[in-house]
């Protein structure tokens, strides 16, 4: 596959805490799983998460890079970590078209201000069920 039918998939790994004062937690992996990578196939693309490169380079300098060279750069914004923020700040300024943001349907309702401008697809999760 050409390195233009790649998608970079912005999103933080694993398991996280919703951080809302439960116990309950967030699984990433399940949602670049079952939603993610499926939609990106089903238009002929090629899903990566920067933890899927390779290499021996600095993680940033990749990063960089495919925030800057990817067509398409899709945003996970849900519980609105910090470091995926920064990513969607670097790939506004490196790039003016071909971002899609999404978010689950709790965090779409309380986007900051500049981002919630921008069009974004939401989903159900729960923690446990998509």
Do not use: W
């Amino acid at each position: 596959m050409a390195e233009t039918d790649k998608c970079f998939v912005v999103m933080p790994f694993g398991v996280k805490p919703r951080n809302d004062g439960t116990d309950r937690t967030y699984n990433f992996d399940k949602v670049y799983r079952v939603i993610i990578q499926r939609a990106i196939s089903n238009v002929k693309m090629q899903p990566l998460r920067a933890d899927e490169t390779e290499g021996s380079r600095i993680v940033h300098a990749d990063m960089f890079k495919d925030l800057r060279d990817r067509p398409v750069v899709l945003v996970d914004l849900s519980l609105l970590n910090p470091n995926v923020l920064y990513e969607l700040g670097i790939r506004h300024v490196m790039s003016p078209v071909g971002t899609v943001l999404m978010a689950n349907e709790e965090t779409v309702k309380k986007l900051p201000f500049d981002i919630a401008l921008s069009r974004t697809i939401s989903y159900k999760y729960d923690g446990e069920h998509l």
